[in-house]
């Protein structure tokens, strides 16, 4: 059975995009967890090795105004579905991490700690997970005064202090109460 292992990343932050990966592997990688278990250089290293040797594989974003039009939810289950419809291999189920899965043509299983047991969909979390904090790095260049680099726009102290002092940016998801708050006093 050829098996596709979907997970996403970065429903919790304040900024950036929620990101999903599906993922589609030839044979076994050695060493693959739950991105969050996992080293950023083991991370690094297992991404390396899932791009070259995946049989096929999709990465998608949904926009923080995405997410502010349509709840992190169905931004999260958007991001998985349209990952799985970039995929080219023919597969047989589309198994995803936690308790929803997005509405697919094909058999679809959701998999409650499936990044911790399942290799396809540990594969899909790491990728994501990498792919994602590439992004925050970057938009950190863009808006240097929240330190998306350092804690890729999850709501740290640090981030809410700079959100105090200046106010959300472009990247920010607005209809996250934190910075709702803040647009309304």
Request: charged share 20%.
């Amino acid at each position: 059975m050829r098996l596709v292992g979907v997970d996403e990343v970065g429903r919790g932050p304040l900024a950036g995009p929620v990101v999903a990966a599906a993922v589609v592997l030839k044979a076994p990688i050695a060493g693959l967890n739950d991105s969050k278990k996992l080293s950023a250089k083991r991370r690094a290293a297992l991404e390396s090795q899932i791009l070259d040797q995946a049989l096929d594989y999709a990465i998608v974003e949904v926009d923080p105004a995405t997410i502010d039009q349509i709840n992190i939810l169905q931004a999260s289950l958007l991001a998985m579905q349209r990952a799985v419809e970039q995929l080219t291999t023919p597969y047989d189920e589309v198994w995803v991490d936690g308790n929803r899965a997005p509405a697919l043509s094909a058999p679809t299983r959701a998999i409650v700690g499936g990044d911790g047991s399942v290799a396809e969909i540990s594969a899909a979390s790491i990728i994501a997970k990498e792919y994602r904090d590439r992004l925050m790095r970057t938009l950190h260049h863009d808006y240097p005064v929240y330190g998306f680099d350092r804690h890729m726009g999850y709501p740290t102290a640090m981030h809410r202090a700079a959100l105090l002092e200046h106010g959300p940016c472009a990247a920010h998801r607005l209809s996250f109460a934190p910075v709702r708050k803040l647009l309304s006093s």
